[in-house]
């Protein structure tokens, strides 16, 4: 308010002065005539009072935008200090160690353990560093991240970012990270170790410790304890020649006898890293797919059918001894894993394969169906020597395709000698007039003769499919009635003595025809039943009998 009235004060008080002046200047004017230069007198008096008033609205609007602007920093800063006070509450609780520095250290802030961590890594043995990658950052460098240590040796993390005109540094205490790691690596259940560059113990976790038999790390320090004695030689091997290394080893833990994966890395501060992985479950498991792999190849080698399987590449993968032999390959050629094209183009040169007027246009087949995993269940392959190969494919769980070769020749020239076997017995017993039906051990029909069907009117569509004996007796029974002749076929066929078959017997068919049955037990076990017809024998006798009475 005071201000407002020195404001007024300050804008009356000219004006009342030119007024003034203007009345005193009009008040001689009226006493005398007026001059020239009384004009130049009043615009003077008149410009002065006009100046006056707008040099006074001119300060009162300054003031007033000076006041204004004394305002909005006041509210500025208060709200940046609020804004400061809950940034540092969020560092502070989130544990973070901050320092925030401007150029030549001017301005610095501290959040959390800052300040002393700074104050510690400023007088350990690598503060020059860190001065220079500060004095770096301040003058524009990208970011740094470096590890100083404190005069104990213990190491602090150090981050420094740059913002603006102000470096924002993030420090970690080195107790409190490997207090925190180490932790960690206590609770892995692996084994887990460092050796110094003299190979000592400088360092293991609880599952070492446990394995090595201390209860504590002081006295496995203390005993400079090992995983396995031999452990150092593979130490002084990584640190000589600054490589990791692998081995496994045996070693008894709690009586029993277990096996280890060993590994040893070097590592730039604190000399080796070894750790220890339990694999005797593993180990055996290996061992048991080993011996059941074995133990499958071994009945591959074993099995008269030729095996080979080819994976997704159509490369050959594996193959049993039979394969080779079957097909005259040596071992050595098949262990370079030829293809199946180059497979098929070798029997081909060999003449092993059939006849194809198009082999291009057949081995593309081949191809395409091994690509696809398309085949047919099962074909047959004649060729050009005489020999005749049953060929399955399918596909391989292991992705790709195994095939199955079996030589069918014996069997066909069996099946052939048996065929014509069976034809020549065929043609036999139809140049016999008595019927003639030979039954197998199961009671099935094997083999007839025309005599058979014509004598008991049975079409061939009938006896077609090694019908049983029960069935026969049924579609005869339908046409002549029932009568005891199947019967006594039905305990022919089923008697175990075989001297029951031998016997012959008469039997009068139920349409009145007189019928003799024979019947003998067949090497193999079937039963021959032959059937003839007596009923004109039978008239003739009695015919000749009558006139000789």
Known sequence: MRTLVWLVEMLIAPLAAAADHVSRALALAAQRPLRPE??????????????????????IWNHVRLGGLRFGARRGQVRDRAALEMFKALLESSRQNVVVLGKLNSDLLYFGRGSELLQASMEGPDAPRLATALNGLLSGEKSFEMAARRRDEDSIAIRGLKLGRHVVLFLEDGIETRVRYREILDALPIPLWIRRSDLTLSWGNAAFLKSAGFPALKSALAADAGFIPSERNLVANVLENKVPIAARCLANRNGERRAFALHFAPTEEAGVLGTAIDITEFTQSQAGLRCALEAGADMLNRLPIGVAVFGPDQQLLSHNSRYAQLWGFSESWLESRPGLGEILDRLRETRKLPEHRDFAGWKKQQLDAAANRTFNAEEFWHLPGGRSLRVAAAPYLGGGTFFLFEDMTEQFHLQASLSLLTQVQRATLDSVE???????????????????????KLAETELAGHPHFSGIADLCAARFGRDGIWNAVSAGVNAMDPRLCAEWGKSRRADGRVVSLSMSRLPNGGTAATFTDLTEIERFETHTTHAAA
């Not at 130049?40 to 008149?46: G, K, P």
């Not at 197998?440 to 058979?452: I, K, M, Q, S, Y």
Request: overall charge negative.
């Open 434 to 456: 008595e019927g003639v039906a030979i039954f197998g051990a199961d009671g099935r029909l094997v083999l007839h003769n025309t005599a058979f069907a014509n004598f008991w």
């Open 38 to 59: 009384d004009f130049v007198v009043a615009a003077f008096t008149i410009s002065a009072g006009c100046i006056g008033f707008g040099s006074g609205v001119w300060a």
